[in-house]
């Protein structure tokens, strides 16, 4: 039994007259989640910062990278587990954080919590998540997960998301270093809507001893006075690389810094003893013209993809860009917006099913390029197109 | 008399009032057929893997090569015979395999072949046929033709395969290895449509004495039984270069070795004694982000040309697209897609106006850049563009 | 007085409620004058060779190229004065040839020829016209004319065409090299329409005495007969450059060579002491995939640009495009579908307001990018975008 | 308190229910603006010279330039703050010169040189406004602003023209090279529309004494006398490199050279003396077929970047375009259509929108990209897409 047996799965129900429940092609899926949303939650979710061009690089930097199968190996069997952050997982495959799941549906981040866990895959809570991190903890159960930490202004604030991450089990901790500010993000400003002004995707601080005994009254009884002290923890341009040393020491969690494209980045992360380094421009939310992800990644795993494991994200749309990533050294693989599009349409099983044919995709073309392992593949195994 | 007469012949009879009964543009031919048919098939003929971004980078690579015609050289008579794989044709063009024919038209492979032996093009038969390949020889009468083997996972039964296309009379034997499992095909799956799990395209199978010595009661008594077989048999992905031996002993039959995109693969294909290697990925319809087929004969055509026969296919969709791969060491073309457009809309005549019209552009271009013999064109007479 | 006081004249027409009677976006005029036309003879007109990709090549090879205008120069005054083939013009612009244009417009050649000579322009008749050549001539009046050979198969009919030429006027003899066979034309092949086998564009034969010799009777009285002989005498592909030489006896015309793509070509056409090397594609209408027009004019240039006078076509959308030519090489520029569609929409007016409207343009970008004399146009001015 | 801030009062007025008045996609806002205008203002705005291809031009060299943010610095201030022409500017941008900005909207030039002077950024005020120099001034009250002369043929006019400038209180001058003629404009000539020759867009001429002196009758009393002076002063196309010199005496003014393009022009430039040259194709309006502007731009401030202050417009469509530009070495930025669209929809209020979304994102974009300060933003900061 392996991923790509979810093809099978489908095709024989299909004997008996069941057609999948809902879109295989994300395409149609998208198109799907986009029509059930209003245009708040919509925009929030599909929006990218500026005229988006960054959002558009990213499928250009993966579309410009082109597998070449190779014929006649053994692939029968296909072993696609990796030791990820010191965890073995059955994939190299996880999913992003993503903030206030409720704009999707409502039961939010517990649905693709629970769908992750089912297939074993690290769920990252996000800190500005619209259920606890300790309620996602108990949603995922035994499975692996991140938490993804939006570092505050006030240390003690930040030392106390981490210690309720560690105590709730999570088993690294994903560093955000992108959003000290929101981007500019003409969807979400045409709307006016950013929910966290609303007291959604709060929860993580309004629940939190350190943030309560900040404020005066508590949020319950003064929800205006609790945003505003959110509003000024959330912003935090003033860190910088001596501060790893402080947050280093809070935890022995494995660190990862999400957000990183540029070469001397990474390398300086690498020399400050993170565990990882997460290639991220944030699906384009932030920074309009920037590079695509992927082009950052080719160049950062050339320089440091020996010395420290490497996280992408940005722009995976499917199986075969998942292989483009891996070969060129990605340790695992994040999904981003389309798992929120499984989850608008379906829930948890919306979201698992984006997960499942996901693996299946990636199983298959592993397969059909001639590997039999995940590990096999690398550079060698792609090629950069000249014809874009 | 050449190819370029169905040109004239068309124009002539427009001074009698008579238009063509099918469409001459392609782009239509494959819009009327895609009307013709329903969903699940047109899904299953017009799809490929994933977001169809090999499909598409077929296209590009042809189209980035461009041709520079030559002037002022005789070319009243052009002669487009070849000798491919020990038998001499009319013009380097074939019909690549493709299954299951009859989801285009009643008629099916039966059709397909007839249209190509009125023109003297070799057939290529699959495996996956909804005719025997029996039947299809039959209907080919004196033609030329080749067999396609999914090489099954019982050699008994892949010997057994072999035997009865050389008993029908074909004369080489293409091995197709890009297909041990199915890619991740979204329109198929949206469909739910495997035909192979209805029945159909089962029947060399079904009809086969080894096969059926492997089941308990026969295919007409149990049908699930029969087509579970098939499926165990169908994948076989374990098959590697080692196993190639056991094949070249099964057979006289030149063997051709289909789906090669890596130059390495071409190397070892040589080594191994193959008579050509056909540089093919499917159509785009087995693993998606890969290289466009183009690029891959461009590499290997300079790596091996003159050490084995190059067969060509995805993409081609005229005859200048013939041209582009002729020049760039394809021995042979072959058509896909087109030719079942062509069923969907006109049964055999379809095919055979999309054979003969392919012919005439390559006729006609030929003539008009300069070239009297297919055997003058390389790669002096194309130039790779720099504008994409 | 310049040609920029088109543009004046239309502003100052302006403040008397008056707007050009005709459109001035040519893409406007081109979508007006596909409605005018029924379907044959606008497909005869739009169309291209197969897929139409050498007609996108056109234009992306002139788009490649980018102006870099120069500033602080004195313009004030303009010479766009060339002498071409041994004639002085008040501008490095003509008439491609274009045959059978009555199925634009009744008065078809006429029109065109009338209108080129009001501005000075060079008008080129084509063989297959829809008006004999000496009425063209008669039409010009004193106005420079070409004359267009397709060069038929009997040596004495090409002689006497020659002489016609000769005796009407025409000041240079501009061969086509790249129509002895017509190309794949789907859009004419779908309405089965080739005009010529009903009679249309063949009175350069029908009148001519070589030709009518060769009848058993006449054209008029045995129409079918004579377009046979035309048929049989149009199609030449026997022609080498060896046939050059007795071409070069039969007249003091200048010669031109048109259809001229390869580099070795041009320097073949050289040495066999042609006047003129004419890079054309026909406007993609013959062979499809080719490279674009200029960007063969580039190549030519650079090798034989200072022995021959290089005329240029294929593709030419406005007088930026004009420049862009000129400055890599080009002595003159020609205008194929452009004026056709002046033709179609406004008679011999509107084809004036095509040359006018180009030569406006083209003084207009000569002046505003620092250049007072056409002259002083040359490689230095344009620059190969690195963005395509 | 940064730009950014006005990010944060849209969503803080988003939580009362108010959303933004005006687009804040500045594509809707170009829809919107042409909705509301009139096909000839609109047009006016629109257009640009030929097929359009240099404003396409523009946009491309833009998006191939992709920036590479940087991560953990300090961005919790920054600094935008920049000496442009001895002026201290809150940051490195201003309004392009336009003329007859009534087309847009009645308060034309004083409503958006109100909104410039709000936010402390130069508007500069064109020779043919609609609005007479002093009165634009006295618009913008304090605010510093500049001087654009189109150069007329007699100078002294041109003395006249600057030294009410001077008086005005403008503290640089900005002539412009690139527009002695009009360009070829489709859309303008399409409505025969040019607002000058109704009487539009003359007020700086017809007010000014030497102008005046100049005519028999004045323009209140002869219009189309006035409207006749205006044509022959405005066109000046023998002004040459020499002139600067004359130009040099008469002001004390920074001199500002737009419309440079090619580097040869750029040191020439900076030999003569002039405190700045202006990279711009204004905005594709002048000559079609030329190189994007900020391609200029890349090679002009490698050569001359040290020796002179490079102003930079062409195609700048929002901040992540503007930290482009500065990053390859402009000073500052200028935006031309953009605050016309936002004039048109909603007056000084729309212009202030545009130009403060402009500063917004472009302080977010500087924070999100790891820069405190403008002046750190150099060639490291972007690099050169291979993907186009």
Chains 1, 2, 3, 4 share one sequence.
Request: charged residues 25%; glycine residues 10%.
């Amino acid at each position: 039994m392996g991923y790509a047996d979810e093809q099978n799965e489908i095709y024989r129900r299909g004997t008996t007259g069941q057609r999948p429940k809902r879109p295989i092609d994300w395409r149609v899926l998208e198109s799907q989640a986009s029509q059930q949303l209003r245009p708040g939650p919509w925009g929030y979710i599909a929006g990218s910062a500026g005229r988006e061009e960054t959002n558009d690089a990213n499928r250009t930097a993966l579309s410009r990278v082109q597998i070449v199968p190779r014929m006649l190996r053994d692939v029968s069997t296909r072993n696609l587990e990796r030791t990820v952050l010191g965890t073995r997982f059955p994939a190299p495959v996880f999913l992003s954080p993503i903030g206030v799941q409720t704009l999707a549906h409502p039961e939010g981040e517990l649905a693709s919590a629970r769908a992750a866990a089912s297939l074993g895959i690290p769920f990252t809570a996000s800190t500005a998540g619209s259920h606890t991190l300790e309620a996602i903890a108990e949603a995922a159960g035994a499975a692996p997960r991140w938490y993804q930490l939006y570092w505050p202004k006030s240390r003690d604030l930040a030392a106390s998301f981490i210690q309720r991450a560690e105590a709730a089990g999570y088993s690294a901790l994903v560093v955000t270093l992108d959003t000290w500010l929101l981007g500019w993000r003409p969807r979400d400003l045409t709307e006016a809507f950013l929910p966290f002004l609303w007291g959604e995707g709060n929860i993580n601080y309004f629940t939190d001893p350190v943030f309560r005994s900040k404020l005066e009254r508590s949020p319950e009884d003064d929800p205006a006075g609790a945003i505003a002290l959110f509003v000024r923890e959330f912003s935090n341009p003033t860190v910088t690389w001596d501060d790893l040393e402080w947050l280093r020491e809070q935890t022995s969690l494995p660190i990862v810094l999400k957000g990183i494209q540029h070469v001397d980045d990474a390398r300086r992360a690498v020399d400050a003893g993170v565990e990882s380094v997460f290639v991220s421009n944030h699906g384009g939310r932030q920074v309009d013209g920037a590079i695509g992800s992927l082009d950052a990644l080719r160049e950062i795993s050339k320089a440091v993809g020996d010395q420290t494991e490497l996280l992408f994200d940005s722009g995976i749309r499917g199986g075969a860009d998942a292989v483009k990533a891996l070969s060129l050294g990605a340790r695992a693989v994040g999904i981003g917006r389309p798992f929120i599009w499984g989850l608008a349409v379906g829930g948890s099983d919306g979201v698992r099913d984006v997960i499942a044919h996901l693996l299946a995709e990636l199983d298959l073309t592993l397969a059909l390029t001639g590997h039999a392992d995940i590990d096999e593949l690398d550079a060698s195994a792609v090629k950069l197109s000249d014809a874009h």
